[in-house]
């Protein structure tokens, strides 16, 4: 009878849900698992079960239990998202001074350099860089009017739009001293108070650490992908296993699409075959490896670097220079690495490459 009893729950499909069937006498006492918390299915499946064995074995009498063990699926903090916006991307580092600005601003060139259309959220309410790297601290954004409402427009140089608390801040010296929610407020206005037209991506620059600016974006806007940035040494890459955690999250599940190392070593111009690894080797490209993530490249220590962002004109606009390159390389393996996730995860919208300059392979998009 218990062979009888199992071959019809198989029949039914049933026997994965199987928790215990025993028999005594002409009793069959099933003991079976719904997945389904609501009572109408429960319901649904009882009557199956009844119907089925008072029809295929009448000589038996079923005892039914039925349990529930629904695994409740994690309520995920999503954003709504931003119109004409077809990729949003968070630069973030544990750490502070891991030059993650700075990665962020040539980024934001070399895939304008490619033809990309190119927007720049400055979201490091504390502690400001983009107007200084884009040598546009003197600009402010304008008022445009778009389907009757008042937006701002952001201001732009080198074919990037560009929207940072520092616009809004009187002189270079004023510190911004805010609480969380002013903070998270101003961030607000900038994303939905803002006209940013027709974008291919939206980076946004992030302070260090874990804390209410980042969960105000991802609460804010459905960001599309992390990039995680840090110097070789063990103090900065603790911070980064931190920051990878944050993204991975249930509640906040935004794909990390890959680690870049900076400052990874220093060349002498003058010994350009010599490599000095000041704060440390391989560092992130072993991180990277245990969470399973692409190193999408390496920045070395060169002082152009440095004073092209004290100028205003960031590096990568330095053309046929190997800093340009090294950058035009990282950005590939970027946008690689994008167009990989949107294929195999939902959503955002998946990137639509507008021209193929720069890109190493031709690939579905």
């Not at 389907?147 to 801040?169: A, Q, R, W």
């Not at 974008?199 to 609460?219: A, K, M």
């Not at 560092?283 to 490249?297: H, Q, S, T």
Request: hydrophobic share 40%; with cysteine; net charge negative.
């Amino acid at each position: 009878m218990k062979n009888k009893a199992y071959g019809l729950l198989e029949e039914l499909g049933l026997e994965k849900w199987i928790k215990n069937l025993q028999i005594m006498g002409d009793e069959v006492m099933l003991d079976i698992v719904s997945h389904s918390p609501a009572m109408h299915e429960r319901k649904k499946l009882e009557n199956a079960l009844k119907t089925t064995f008072s029809q295929r074995m009448p000589e038996a009498k079923l005892k039914l239990k039925i349990s529930i063990d629904a695994q409740e699926k994690p309520i995920e903090i999503k954003g709504k998202p931003i119109d004409g916006v077809k990729n949003i991307i968070a630069v973030a580092s544990g750490k502070g001074g891991v030059g993650k600005s700075t990665i962020t601003a040539n980024l934001a060139v070399s895939l304008q350099k490619m033809g990309f259309k190119v927007g720049l959220l400055d979201a490091d309410i504390y502690g400001p860089s983009m107007p200084t790297m884009f040598d546009v601290e003197d600009e402010k954004p304008y008022s445009i009017t778009v389907d009757g409402v008042n937006k701002m427009g952001p201001v732009e140089n080198y074919g990037i739009k560009i929207l940072s608390i520092g616009f809004f801040i009187s002189g270079n010296d004023q510190a911004v001293v805010w609480r969380g929610p002013m903070a998270s407020k101003a961030l607000k206005q900038m994303i939905w108070d803002a006209h940013w037209g027709e974008l291919d991506f939206l980076l946004i620059d992030l302070p260090p650490g874990t804390g209410d600016i980042h969960l105000s974006i991802v609460q804010q806007v459905p960001v599309t992908g992390a990039i995680i940035v840090s110097t070789p040494q063990t103090v900065a890459l603790a911070d980064v296993r931190k920051g990878v955690a944050m993204f991975n999250m249930d509640s906040i599940n935004v794909p990390v699409l890959g680690l870049i190392e900076n400052m990874s070593y220093f060349t002498p111009e003058e010994l350009p075959e010599n490599k000095y690894y000041i704060f440390g080797k391989d560092g992130a490209k072993n991180m990277a490896e245990k969470f399973k993530l692409p190193l999408l490249g390496e920045v070395p220590l060169i002082q152009s670097i440095r004073e092209a962002s004290d100028v205003g004109r960031p590096a990568a606009l330095q053309d046929n220079t190997a800093i340009a390159d090294i950058y035009e390389k990282i950005t590939q393996n970027m946008v690689e690495s994008l167009v990989e996730r949107n294929e195999n995860l939902p959503p955002t919208e998946a990137v639509r490459i507008t021209t193929m300059a720069g890109c190493s392979s031709p690939r579905k998009f």
